[in-house]
């Protein structure tokens, strides 16, 4: 049997925001979300758009442009992960997208915007539990669900409104770096 840990957020100035917005129901969820992705910029910097960027990130759109099954998906992107001895969450994040849109076969688009859903449910795990019931936020677990759901939907339109995503490395460089800078306005 598995356990999980549920690793809070730092506490910098940039994520106390992030901590008191989130959760809150007089704040937009877009507002949650611009805040999130803010801090998790600023925590993580320039390496934050490196390894979203990643080369084997990028090769996962023409994986997922296909049309294959999501087992031989992930065979393929995992025989890249291995030649290049790669490991990380954000490798872990970027199967979970492959495999969601493989299964609805939505392609490289699909792929793009699961991905950035993945890395924001990340983000939202991180604190919200804690914030469950808590006087001002949300006031149950379904409620918290919803919420991290709608932070996905948010990440999603914002991949979604970068426009196709390119399949070549640096125009896949590129189109993090839109999309990044769009989660961070807000704005599409």
Known sequence: MGTSVNRASPNTP?????????????VPIERQSVEIWRAAVRERGERLSLELGNDILAAACEIASRGESPAEAIRQ????????????LTFDMAKRALARSVAQSTGAEGYARELFAEASSYYVSRDLPSFVAAEGRVATTSEAIRLKESVRDVAREAASSAGAPPRDSTGWRAYISDVLDRLQRGGS
């Open 14 to 26: 940039s994520w106390q925001v992030v901590k008191a917005v989130l959760g809150t129901a007089e």
């Open 77 to 88: 992107f995992e025989r890249r992960i291995v030649e290049t001895k790669s490991v990380g």
